[in-house]
């Protein structure tokens, strides 16, 4: 349970803000590669952080992040025309470069030195794995920009996503990160008991896993194999240089010393890494009140390179979750457990009906089931006042080899340690005891 300066301190992520301050210490996913095709595609408006800024590709392929309001009198620069070097306000014709330098003002005289010694507010942006980034923090404590797995797929065979809803940031991130929902809200219970696969049961040892926990077909019949059917898994969180990592244990249907592992790796503060396919789940405060998912995938994994799943992705405009009526007929009928289909809709049905910005004071974190959010605001805090007392914030410096961190599932003999499924992901300890911690950070 939290008290209202803390809900106030998690959720707020606007100029000022302590955890705004934090997330703009770190680049910033803000928009698909995608959404600025190339030089003199028209400028996009965004929002990120409770800041609304424009971008743009100038003549040579450079994104440029700009405040979206003109400095001479605040026209929009999201209607602004396009030139060689950046973009022309339409309402005077101010110019403004990638860097924010204002290149010409006509209604001024020929003499004035104003250009000179004034600029437009601008972030450094850079292009990575599908998304443009952006870093809004102070110059002087701008990070080595990353590089993670995902960066290095081939342009053709990467799907970069992009969703939105009207929820708070954190009702989206906890979810991400947290394991104790997914044999719950992604389970039918209705589903046929699962059969043990005959190549996993044969194989000694560590065993990589593929599938989802319990990933289950719009006709009721389990998808894949389905390892687990325990619905109160044990959870270890270790401490990484990157933010943490860890296991949710459940038992198997393998026998008594076999266990179903699901290692989900968290990059603090935006990419959760999820099992099995480590795919990052990326999850950006656009104000309060709206939030941004972001994905990348390798369509190179899908037999049928990924055609049918991801289609080209709608507008900008056109992002936003529109959650169907909840199937109760279905649910009745046992054909359903949610009355939703599919794991994206399952979580943004449940994220948007926590409210706008559900009110934490009410919440009751549970150990060990929680551990994960409890980690989360842990480093948040530890983050916030590192800022507060003059220091950087220590996950934007890592020396992780960022590219390296992954996420697993798999079949774990009793004896063995999970992290030898992440091995690269250098764990460095357990960090905070959970069960002694105070829950609720
Ligand atoms: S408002 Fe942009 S040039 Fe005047
Ligand atoms: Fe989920």
Redesign the pocket.
């Known amino acids: 349970m939290l008290s209202r300066e803390d809900v106030d301190f998690f959720c707020r992520v606007g100029k000022g803000t302590p955890t705004g301050e934090v997330y703009r210490r770190y680049w910033t996913p803000a928009l698909l590669s995608e959404d600025l095709p190339g030089p003199g595609c028209p400028p996009v408006e965004f929002r990120i952080l409770g800041e609304d800024l424009v971008a743009f590709r100038d003549s040579s392929g450079k994104v440029g992040v700009l405040d979206r309001y003109?400095s001479?009198?605040?026209?929009s620069l999201g209607i602004a025309a396009i030139e060689d070097c950046g973009l022309r306000?339409i309402?005077?014709?101010?110019v403004f470069d990638t860097d924010g330098r204002i290149v010409e003002t006509p209604?001024m005289p020929a003499t004035s030195k104003f250009k000179d010694i004034n600029r437009q507010l601008s972030y450094p942006a850079r292009e990575g794995g599908g998304f443009v980034w952006v870093y809004m923090g102070p110059p002087e404590d701008e990070p080595p920009f990353p590089h993670y797995y995902w960066f290095d797929i081939p342009a053709d065979s990467l799907a970069a996503r992009e969703s939105q809803m009207a929820v708070n940031y954190l009702q989206i991130q906890e979810g991400s990160i947290d394991s104790s929902h997914v044999g719950v809200l992604h389970h039918d219970m209705h589903a046929k008991a699962p059969e043990p696969d005959e190549a996993v049961a044969g194989t000694p040892g560590l065993v990589r896993y593929s599938c989802w926990y319990s990933e289950v077909s719009r006709d009721g019949g389990p998808k894949d194999n389905v390892p687990s059917t325990d619905f109160a898994p044990v959870f270890d969180v270790e401490n990484t240089d990157f933010g943490f990592h860890y296991a949710a244990t459940r038992k198997s249907i393998y026998g008594e010393d076999r266990r179903y592992v699901r290692v989900t790796a968290f990059v603090f503060p935006y990419i959760g890494y999820i099992p099995p396919s480590a795919t990052p789940v990326i999850t950006v405060p656009i104000d309060d009140y709206h939030t941004a998912s972001f994905s990348a995938w390798d369509k190179r994994l899908y037999a049928d390179g990924g055609g049918r799943m991801f289609g080209p992705m709608p507008p900008r405009a056109q992002r936003m979750w529109a959650i169907p009526p909840q199937d109760r007929q279905a649910m009745e009928e046992g054909r359903s457990f949610s009355g939703w289909y599919g794991i994206g809709l399952q979580d943004a049905a449940v994220h948007r009906s926590m409210g706008r910005m559900y009110d934490r004071h009410n919440e009751h974190l549970v150990s060990p089931a929680d551990s994960a959010v409890v980690r989360f605001r842990h480093i948040l805090r530890d983050e916030a006042r590192r800022l507060a007392a003059g220091e950087r914030v220590k996950f934007a410096f890592s020396t992780h080899p960022t590219e390296r961190i992954t996420a697993a599932s798999g079949i774990v003999p009793e004896g063995e340690h999970w992290n030898a499924l992440v091995p690269t992901n250098l764990s460095t300890g357990v960090g905070i005891n959970q069960t002694e911690s105070q829950m609720g950070a």
């Open positions: 003109c001479h009198r605040g026209a306000c309402y005077h014709g101010w209604n």
